[in-house]
């Protein structure tokens, strides 16, 4: 406990940018969510009072003013937060890809990344970390979240947006002027994470989400929260 929850509350961090793993809930303000889900169900299995410590985006939750102001989060795996953050095996996986005009002359990932061609993405998600490291042409225009990376897009009519493909497909869907390329750059993998430190806490919160994984929890979790396409990552055997 002293490991996991040293205040005596779990302090888990939501963060906003993926509605895929976290929406808020209209009614009463507080997450839900597969992500939501699983902190409660943590912090029940501890019998301690769960703290919700909130964050419009993904970045803001591993920047280094962030980092010790919660005890657990949920974040894609990437090597850059890893240099602060302790990962779990994924628990959802999903896909990054590109949003375009439908008249645009790109139909696959790959044929974006030229000289010239435009992409904006939100600032510090994982798939603006994955393409800052990917790309060999093309440029990243950066907005601060995601949602405002499509705006973006749209007001500057760049060449496409970044993002993971559900809200994508969802916005493209409700505007007959765009549409999803089929193929994907990137597999998230979503995890949980620990701040770097603390290793009973991580051994125990990587046991926690492969058995999340195998009861069926997370694809219930994800049916009541309205995602049922995100896929629920398969079995790992790292608890250490």
Not at 16 to 21: C, D, I, R, S, W
Not at 126 to 153: G, I, M
Not at 215 to 221: N, Q
Request: glycine share 8%; proline share 5%.
């Amino acid at each position: 406990m002293a490991d996991i929850a040293p205040t005596g509350r779990l302090r888990a961090a939501i963060n906003y940018g993926n509605p895929v793993l976290a929406q808020r809930d209209v009614a009463g303000g507080e997450p839900r969510g597969v992500s939501a889900a699983l902190a409660r169900e943590l912090a029940k299995r501890l019998g301690v009072e769960l703290e919700w410590i909130q964050y419009e985006t993904a970045g803001a939750v591993w920047a280094p003013t962030a980092v010790g102001q919660w005890d657990v989060g949920f974040l894609a795996i990437d090597p850059e937060r890893a240099v602060r953050i302790d990962f779990t095996a994924a628990y959802v996986i999903i896909e990054g890809t590109y949003i375009v005009f439908k008249g645009s002359q790109f139909q696959q990932v790959a044929d974006l990344d030229r000289p010239g061609v435009q992409i904006s993405v939100g600032r510090n998600a994982a798939y603006d970390l994955y393409l800052s490291r990917t790309l060999k042409h093309a440029q990243l225009v950066r907005a601060e979240t995601s949602s405002a990376a499509v705006e973006l897009f749209l007001q500057q009519k760049l060449d496409a947006a970044g993002g993971v493909r559900q809200p994508l497909l969802a916005f493209a869907k409700s505007n007959d002027d765009l549409r999803v390329v089929n193929d994907s750059f990137q597999r998230i993998e979503q995890a949980m994470a620990i701040p770097k430190g603390r290793p009973t806490a991580t051994c125990y919160v990587r046991s926690f989400v492969e058995e999340m994984k195998a009861s069926g929890f997370i694809s219930e979790s994800l049916r009541i929260s309205g995602q049922p396409d995100a896929v629920v990552a398969p079995a790992s055997q790292q608890t250490r």
